[in-house]
């Protein structure tokens, strides 16, 4: 009986991923989204029986082994051709994200540290996928973490409807726009799907710069497992210390999610043994594989959860991604 | 129900371990399929 639920869990999975799939086809909504969207409304509406929960919670699953197969298409080669500049623009504007929003909403607004730690990484990375990621390696609430990813999945559909006009009007060149895209936009699939709306070198330029950028996803992970383990550590009110925080490197290496082993092993093999025919099969099955995590995302996702978190930390990303983006586009006007 | 060894095995795993082996087996299977040049759907 356990089975047969755990089966049709699964199944679930599919068939909102699937219909998240093609309503993408037919809307301007990317696939991914969409399937989130689906997925809320399902589980927000008519619901599903407990005995299926087994079978949808395996959608943390497939994103980690989604984001393990998208190593496969990074592109080292091509993220060193992109030069030092690029990589400046990317690691300033990672860092500068990473504390604006920090500052802002923990400093300023007293929004929850690990809250803001989620909506940071997601506004300075990549998109939910930084989000899971770092969640996994400070522990974060359940509600936290669908807040932060519904919150840079909104701006992901924002932005996405947002950008490509914006830079034809400002007339900016392919190349330009790609690194605008790649380095101020949250998620990949919208970035990729921004670019090549507007042409084929903007869409691979912004691929470029995105990936170059999802590459930080490690170091802000371990930065993020570190501070926490020793705020863990010197809390004089906390329970006492779990298992998992071990002192140093160890503890930091025991916080850090197994999967990034697997992310940086496929990187490796993809730039140096696996065919381009792999490589591109492992990049599908990625895609269908974070369709099954957010439609299981979004089967998840309660929204009277979102409306208890209040509007402040979309406030937070709104001014962060402003800022940034019009930063970026007065350095991209000198530079490109 | 007794588990199996193997099932058991796959159960003590960390889920970020399970990403990984499932990604290496997906990445096997891949460029198996590519250099016998099987059939791609799509």
């Known amino acids: ?336 | 129900v007794t588990d199996r060894p193997t099932t058991d095995w796959w159960r003590s795993l960390d889920r970020g371990w399970k990403a990984v082996v499932l990604g290496l087996i997906c990445t096997v299977v891949a460029q198996f399929w590519t250099v016998a040049q099987l059939p791609v759907w799509g």
């Open chain 1, 1 to 336: 009986m356990r089975t047969h639920g755990f089966v049709v869990g699964l199944l679930l999975l599919a068939v909102v991923g699937v219909a998240g799939w093609l309503l993408g086809g037919v809307t301007p909504v990317p696939g991914l989204v969409a399937a989130v969207a689906v997925g809320a409304l399902v589980g927000n509406s008519v619901g599903y029986p407990d005995r299926l929960g087994a079978g949808v919670g395996t959608h943390k699953l497939w994103l980690e082994t989604g984001i393990v197969l998208m190593g496969a298409g990074i592109a080292l080669g091509a993220v060193v051709e992109a030069g030092p500049t690029v990589l400046g623009l990317v690691v300033a504007t990672v860092v500068g994200t990473l504390l604006f929003v920090e500052l802002l909403a923990r400093g300023v607004l007293s929004v929850p540290a690990k809250l803001t730690s989620l909506l940071a990484a997601g506004a300075s990375v990549c998109g939910v996928s930084a989000v899971v990621s770092v969640a996994g390696s400070i522990d974060a609430d359940e509600s936290h973490v669908a807040y932060a990813s519904a919150t840079v999945l909104a701006f992901d559909a924002l932005t996405l409807v947002a950008y490509p006009p914006i830079g034809q009007f400002l007339g900016l060149s392919d190349v330009g726009f790609g690194v605008w895209a790649g380095t101020t936009m949250f998620s990949t699939g919208p970035v990729t799907a921004a670019g090549f709306a507007v042409s084929p070198t903007a869409g691979r330029w912004a691929v470029l710069v995105k990936l170059t950028r999802n590459a930080l996803i490690g170091v802000v992970t371990v930065a993020y497992a570190m501070y926490y383990a020793r705020r863990r550590r010197t809390a004089n009110d906390a329970a006492p210390a779990d298992a998992s925080g071990g002192p140093g490197l160890t503890g930091v290496l025991s916080n850090a999610p197994r999967f990034l082993v697997g992310f940086l092993l496929l990187a490796v093999l993809g730039n140096t043994v696996l065919s381009a025919g792999a490589v591109d099969m492992l990049e599908t099955a990625s895609n269908w594989l974070f369709l099954l995590a957010f439609a299981g995302l979004g089967l998840e996702l309660r929204l009277d959860d979102l409306r208890s978190a209040g509007l402040t930390p979309m406030a937070v990303l709104a001014a962060s991604l402003v800022t940034f983006s019009a930063a970026m586009l007065v350095v991209v006007e000198m530079l490109f």
